[in-house]
């Protein structure tokens, strides 16, 4: 079963830091971009940071210079580095990998999603 799994969410005070993981079901091949996007009660769901399959790496402007994606191809799994959090960032964090599979069947797989709660 195809299936995005993140962890690594939680509480933090402002200024502090987290480390978000996504772990993509082995199932899932053909990756061509995974990013990270969020979502607060009562507004649509944005995108945080994305990277591609050669590197490239897209991020939100009010993220830039504090949070880092990369990804581990070979381990199939994403990951976010936020340091010098704000109470602007909380808000639950989703995982997203589209890509082609067999066939040219194209996908767009989401996690569960995970809360990062920035409070003090």
């Known amino acids: 079963q195809e299936q995005l799994t993140e962890s690594g969410g939680g509480l933090v005070q402002p200024g502090g830091s987290l480390r978000l993981a996504c772990v993509a079901s082995?199932?899932?091949?053909?990756?061509?971009?995974m990013g990270w996007y969020r979502q607060t009660p009562g507004n649509q769901r944005e995108l945080v940071a994305r990277?591609?399959?050669?590197?490239?790496?897209v991020y939100a402007d009010s993220v830039k210079g504090r949070f880092t994606i990369s990804r581990d191809i070979a381990a199939n799994a994403l990951y976010m580095q936020m340091n010098s959090l704000k109470f602007e960032d909380t808000a639950v964090y989703y995982c997203?990998?589209?890509?082609?599979?067999?066939?040219?069947?194209?996908?767009?797989?989401w996690g569960q999603g995970t809360q990062v709660t920035v409070s003090s």
């Open positions: 990277i591609y399959d050669e590197g490239r790496t």
């Open positions: 082995p199932s899932i091949f053909g990756i061509n971009a």
């Open positions: 997203r990998a589209q890509g082609t599979a067999t066939w040219d069947r194209a996908f767009d797989y």
